[in-house]
């Protein structure tokens, strides 16, 4: 693996998946890799765009699931985005487990754990999808939707102020956008009512109750969900 993004979530769980104009990942199937080889070193060969947005799929991992994980990014942040051999090492790996573990307790996303790995998701590919898979990065949209899902949980009275002020601090010090432009909120709106994680015309969303722990939801009223993407419209 080469790039962030494939070392710490892509590369594990055997989705393979392409995109629609319609929207996301609508047509594959699952077929694991035999094995997967991560050098670290290949991340300093990356233009910084391409870098950055692979922490969106680090941070998920520790925001929703790992909360241990949050402290490293907070507090070693200056060591990580310098690529320090060492500690880079151990927090890909680290990423790494989480994942497998997830998938190996739910490969195909039927019980419902699987799908707190879309945290950021529902909203992030709504915005990939009516942006045209061309204006953001996959872990630029997932970072919007990241922020999109805190204010979102915040409004619907599941996930803490302060713990949304947090996510956003740290999404703010990896460089990751917080908001997007020159895209409808509507179309948004509309690209994720064709996505994978709609179910009986139901939203799937994953909100975080507190750090590292994070549970799905239906039925948030779509006039909170316009709201908040309103809100995100630089």
Do not use: C
């Not at 790992?66 to 490293?72: Q, Y």
């Not at 590919?125 to 919007?144: D, I, M, R, T």
């Not at 956003?168 to 948004?188: M, N, T």
């Amino acid at each position: 693996m080469t790039s962030l993004t494939a070392m710490v979530d892509s590369s594990i769980g055997g989705k393979t998946a392409v995109d629609l104009p319609a929207a996301k990942n609508l047509v594959g199937a699952f077929y694991h890799p035999e094995f997967v080889l991560t050098d670290v070193s290949a991340l300093t060969t990356l233009p910084k765009r391409a870098l950055r947005e692979g922490w969106a799929e680090a941070l998920k991992h520790g925001l929703a699931l790992e909360a241990d994980l949050v402290d490293i990014y907070e507090t070693k942040a200056e060591a990580l985005l310098s690529l320090e051999p060492h500690l880079t090492t151990e927090v890909v790996a680290r990423n790494a487990a989480v994942k497998a573990r997830i998938v190996s307790e739910d490969e195909r996303e039927s019980g419902g754990l699987r799908s707190l790995l879309n945290y950021g998701h529902t909203m992030g590919h709504g915005l990939e999808a009516a942006a045209g898979y061309e204006a953001y990065l996959h872990g630029e949209a997932v970072s919007v939707g990241m922020v999109g899902a805190a204010r979102l949980g915040m409004a619907y009275g599941v996930t803490p102020a302060e713990l949304v002020e947090r996510q956003a601090a740290l999404i703010r010090r990896y460089g990751l956008p917080e908001g997007y432009e020159s895209v409808d909120p509507a179309d948004i709106l509309e690209a994720m009512s064709r996505d994978k994680k709609v179910s009986a015309g139901q939203i799937s969303w994953v909100f975080l109750n507190d750090v590292g722990r994070a549970s799905m939801y239906s039925g948030v009223p779509t006039n909170l969900v316009e709201q908040t993407l309103r809100e995100l419209r630089d």
